[in-house]
């Protein structure tokens, strides 16, 4: 969506896949879905050093609402759990040079069955913007794919009529997968910032390979739509919560960082250990995602059930310079090792490459283009490094 916003993947904080639908805050008002935990998320985005390191984006996803509109139609964040209301959260989480993100759905009602922008999204788009929100994640619960290609263009066009700065997510392909309607990524790419083209992510590694799948997929040529502006969304960062292993956490990191995916992290920052705080602040894996050239990466080849190849061109440090992911899904004990050369992965530049490993920054040395070299990569991890051509 060409509204200038989004010129590199957005990066932040959502709390659905950490927190979901937690509204007992009589019972667990630590972590219940309430101004006080959006709250405690900006100020830890900030000590913690995340706001240094580009996230800006702290995101209120579904369950927010009361469940009646007001007299005039409005929304209305639940009284109390939100007593301050959204607007205040929003100048709060500006205060902290941080913006605030909320959530609908296209439908009738959200998927955890709050009131749905159905008949309401001019009405929304207004009370959005009055609140001086920064996004809207716009759901596709209970409504029908088929009205999707009108919909959509529809909330974006009222969000652009407030004449606020909005980014926009859509849910919308990700409605489409499996219903027999194809998705048309050229409409959805001028309508939306980003959007969740496949399901939901849990914490666990399966669910993050389901998406990695996907995305490697690539049906529809999806990946070839992203652009400064308009990005696929393979959904949240579950780096920091309980399912994945350290190494799983750096794969996820990487391969998200591969995509040019929004990092969006749904993680209790409370809690959040030092090795995977080192892992959501690697700056060079966040150059990799924020990189100007908006290109999204795509699996070169997949041994199944082992390893495969993905390649991102970069802008930076300057043009021809690759990240190259090595990802292992085998788990049966041993690291793969994998042979090739950059001629082989068909790469021409004739005076080779200077190679750097990525996670820790620790250079690998000049490859010939011929020469052939051995990666080893370890059970369910990522090996990823750059490469610039050399002159
Ligand atoms: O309720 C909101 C929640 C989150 O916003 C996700 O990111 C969205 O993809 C939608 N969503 C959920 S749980 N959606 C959903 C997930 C599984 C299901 F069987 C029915 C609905």
């Known amino acids: 969506l060409d509204n200038g916003l989004a010129l590199t993947p957005p990066m932040g904080w959502l709390s659905w896949e950490r927190f979901r639908c937690n509204v007992d805050c009589k019972n667990d008002p630590d972590n219940c879905i309430s101004e006080r935990l959006y709250m ?12 240094d390191a580009g996230y ?21 964040a639940d009284p109390l759990r939100f007593p301050s209301g959204i607007k205040a959260l929003a100048h709060y989480v500006h205060s902290k040079g941080l913006k605030l993100g909320i959530y609908e759905d296209f439908g009738s009602k959200t998927c955890a069955g709050y009131p749905g922008s159905e008949f309401y999204m001019e009405t929304d788009a207004k009370t959005f913007a009055s609140w001086d929100v920064d996004m809207v994640k716009f759901d596709g619960c209970n409504s029908d794919p088929k009205d999707m290609p009108y919909g959509y263009p529809v909330m974006e066009h009222f969000l652009n009529m407030t004449g606020r700065p909005i980014l926009f997510l859509c849910q919308w392909p990700g409605y489409l997968v499996g219903k027999g309607v194809k998705s048309n ?9 980003l959007w969740r083209n496949f399901g939901d992510v849990t914490d666990s590694w399966p669910s993050v390979l389901g998406i990695v799948d996907y995305y490697g997929n690539n049906h529809g040529n999806f990946s070839y739509f992203a652009k400064p502006g308009a990005w696929n969304d393979p959904d949240m960062l579950v780096v920091g919560d309980f399912g994945l292993s350290y190494y799983q956490q750096q794969a996820q990191f990487g391969m998200w960082a591969l995509f040019a995916a929004p990092l969006m992290m749904s993680v209790d920052l409370r809690s959040v250990t030092p090795e995977a705080k080192a892992i959501l602040l690697n700056k060079n894996i966040i150059a990799i995602n924020q990189d100007p050239l908006g290109n999204q990466a795509v699996r070169l080849f997949e041994v199944p059930g082992s390893i495969s190849v993905w390649v991102k061109k970069l802008a930076l440090p300057k043009p021809g310079t690759v990240a190259i992911g090595i990802l292992n899904k085998d788990d049966a004990g041993v690291p793969v090792k994998y042979k090739t050369s950059f001629q082989d992965l068909g790469f021409t530049n004739k005076g080779g490459y200077s190679v750097t490993e990525a996670f820790e920054n620790k250079p690998m040395g000049s490859f ?4 052939a070299f051995t990666i080893s990569v370890d059970p369910t991890s990522l090996f990823m490094m750059i490469a610039q051509p050399r002159p």
């Open 56 to 76: 800006e984006y702290v995101n209120i996803d579904d369950c927010w609402p009361s469940m009646e509109r007001d007299s005039e139609g409005r929304l209305v």
């Open 185 to 193: 990524y050229a409409l959805i790419a001028k309508s939306c910032n």
């Open 368 to 371: 010939a283009l011929s020469q």
């Open 40 to 51: 405690k998320m900006a100020d830890l985005m900030v000590t913690e050093g995340f706001k």
